[in-house]
């Protein structure tokens, strides 16, 4: 019924820069917030960022002024552009949404995830 499609992760060094794409479809009535949160290996899930789809933005304290979560609702796409890159910041980033559907209701839907790994 919904589906959360990530792109974008991949191999960059330390201090290099990596935009994700995550784009919803499905039977959408609404997209109420998308997020992408993240996941180390042997880590628990941790909050990047969210966004609302009136733009109001939510941040990781850690991760203000490295990272910007936007997105394009006319295609139900969020974005998040990540900035000096540390190797700490590897791990596999999730897109997260809450969405109200066609049929009636609201679900918490995620992603497959996409791999970022930054080496150093």
Do not use: H
């Not at 992408?36 to 880590?43: D, E, I, L, S």
């Not at 941790?46 to 990272?67: M, P």
């Not at 109200?100 to 679900?107: K, P």
Request: charged share 15%; hydrophobic share 35%.
């Amino acid at each position: 019924q919904v589906q959360l499609v990530e792109s974008g992760g991949g191999l960059v060094q330390a201090g290099g820069s990596l935009r994700l794409s995550c784009v919803a479809s499905g039977s959408i009535l609404s997209i109420v917030r998308m997020g992408w949160y993240r996941q180390a290996p042997g880590k628990q899930r941790e909050l990047v960022a969210t966004i609302a789809s009136g733009g109001s933005t939510d941040y990781a304290d850690s991760l203000k002024g490295r990272f910007t979560i936007s997105r394009d609702n006319a295609k139900n796409t969020v974005y998040l552009q990540m900035n000096s890159l540390k190797p700490e910041d590897t791990g596999v980033y999730y897109c997260n949404a809450g969405i109200l559907i066609r049929a009636g209701g609201y679900g918490d839907y995620w992603g497959r995830g996409t791999q970022v790994t930054v080496s150093s």
